[in-house]
């Protein structure tokens, strides 16, 4: 079963979001690894070739915002699935890097595990059947 475990970097500044939905994810079977900045997440990235999904908020400080983190994981990494939230902007979809998919928050946490996992199975030959 570890060997189809998906591997997810969860990106959010906020950190009272970030432990509720790290609990949330790994309650669904993923494996979570988390960071609370672009930075923090593309060391992670670099360290972990296994990560094969980025959520990430698209407001936070540091050196780049989520959307940048986005694009560069795009350009990186095309094998990573990305999703996109936030709470305080809206972005247009030519904005957005390639297809992928954003959440406004608040979000039903169900339709972002379920799109990861369709995305991730999408990306590696998989066949996925959500619910």
Known sequence: MANDAVFVLLVEDDGLIRMS????????????FEAANADEALKLLAAHPEIQALFTDIDMPGSIDGLKLAGLVRQ?????AILLTSGYLKIPKNDLPGKTPFFSKPYEVDRVVDQIRELTARKHGKVCFTT
């Open 21 to 32: 939905l790290v609990e949330d994810m790994e309650h669904a079977g993923f494996q979570v």
């Open 76 to 80: 990186a990494r095309p094998d990573v």
